[in-house]
C-alpha cells in the first residue's frame, strides 16, 4: 500500500527504474547499448561532443560532463537535454545551461556508491553546482539512478537529499517534478 | 522536569527493510547508527537527537529531532548492507507522531 508521504509528492524520475512511486520514468543507457522501446521513456547517454553525430532517436539526450571544457562544449549545444557529472560547475557553463535550457543533473547514484573522501568530494562539488546554478537560474534536476527494483528511492528520499544539498523544500520538489516535467515537455 | 517549550520537537520515520535476510533489533540499531556516523560523522550525528524506537517484521521506526529529519532519511537511504548482509531501507512515511505513523499505514 502505498504510504500518506509518497502519494503527497508527484514526482519524474529522469534516471531511474520503473516504479509505482513515479508518474514516469526514464531509462538510460550508453550509447552502445542503446535501442529504442515504445513501452518506456528511454534516454542515452554521451561520454565525448562527437558522439552526438550519431545519436539515435531517444526521448532525452543525456552527456556526461567532467571537465570545463567538455561541459562547456555539451552545454553549447541545444540538442542535449541534461547534462549528467556537471561539475567543476562555473558561472559560463551557468549561463550556457540557462539560456540554451540544458539540465543539470544531481544523481543520487554518486553519493550511494562512494564513500569516505570520494563521497565527500562528490558532495563538495553538488553544493557548489547547486550555488552557482541556483545564481544564475539553470534548471536543476535530481535523479535517484537506480538500475534495479532493490535500488529504487522513494520522491521524498530525493527531496531529503536536495534539501542536504543547500536547496529549500520548494526548489527540491520543483527539482523532481516541475522542471523534469518541463524537459520531457521541451522534448515532446 | 523540562519546560514544555524547552522541549525538543520529534519527527518519527518509518522505514521498510527490503532483504532476503532477516535481522535483529540490535543488528539494525547497529546498522543505522554505523550509517549516520560514516555520513554525519560523530559531532553531526549527535546533533540529530537519534533514536531507533522499534523493529519488528522487517518495519521499524526511528525518531530524530525536526532539524534533522532530511539527514537521517538520506542515512537510511545510503545504507547497503547490515552485519555483511546485502539489503537496502525503504522509507514509508513521516509523521509527528508514532499513531500518526501507524495511521498512515491502514
Given amino acids: ?188 | 522536569m523540562t519546560k514544555k517549550t524547552q522541549r525538543e520537537k520529534r519527527r518519527y520515520i518509518m522505514f521498510e527493510l527490503a532483504s532476503e535476510e532477516s535481522f535483529k533489533r540490535e543488528e539494525i540499531v547497529t546498522g543505522i547508527w554505523d550509517s549516520c556516523l560514516e555520513f554525519l560523522g560523530e559531532l553531526g550525528a549527535s546533533r540529530t537527537s537519534l533514536w531507533v524506537h522499534e523493529y519488528e517484521d522487517n518495519e521499524g521506526i526511528v525518531s530524530c529531532n525536526t532539524r534533522s529529519v532530511d539527514k537521517i532519511i538520506v542515512c537510511l537511504s545510503l545504507i547497503k548492507e547490515i552485519d555483511e548482509k546485502a539489503t537496502r531501507i525503504k522509507i514509508e512515511g513521516v509523521s509527528g507522531t508514532i499513531k500518526g505513523l501507524k495511521r498512515q499505514r491502514c
Fill in chain 1, 1 to 188: 500500500m502505498r504510504s500518506l508521504m509518497q502519494r503527497n509528492y508527484l514526482a519524474i524520475d529522469l534516471r531511474g527504474y520503473p516504479s509505482p512511486l513515479f508518474e514516469k520514468v526514464c531509462q538510460v543507457v550508453s550509447l552502445q547499448n542503446f535501442s529504442q522501446s515504445e513501452k518506456s521513456l528511454t534516454g542515452v547517454e554521451i561520454e565525448t561532443p562527437f558522439q552526438l553525430k550519431k545519436v539515435p532517436k531517444a526521448d532525452l539526450i543525456f552527456a556526461k560532463g567532467g571537465t570545463v571544457k567538455k561541459n562547456r562544449k555539451f552545454l553549447s549545444y541545444t540538442k542535449i537535454d541534461v547534462l549528467s557529472h556537471p561539475y567543476p560547475f562555473d558561472s559560463v557553463q551557468a549561463r550556457l545551461a540557462a539560456a540554451n535550457k540544458t539540465a543539470l543533473e544531481l544523481c543520487f547514484k554518486e553519493i550511494e556508491s562512494t564513500s569516505g573522501y570520494i563521497r565527500a568530494r562528490i558532495l563538495n562539488n553538488l553544493r557548489k553546482t547547486i550555488i552557482t546554478a541556483k545564481k544564475y537560474h539553470a534548471p536543476l534536476i535530481i535523479t535517484s539512478g537506480a538500475s534495479s527494483p532493490m535500488t529504487v528511492k522513494s520522491p521524498r528520499t530525493l527531496v531529503a537529499f536536495g534539501k542536504i544539498l543547500g536547496l529549500d523544500y520548494p526548489e527540491a520538489k520543483a527539482c523532481i517534478y516541475t522542471i523534469p516535467k518541463k524537459v520531457l515537455e521541451g522534448v515532446e
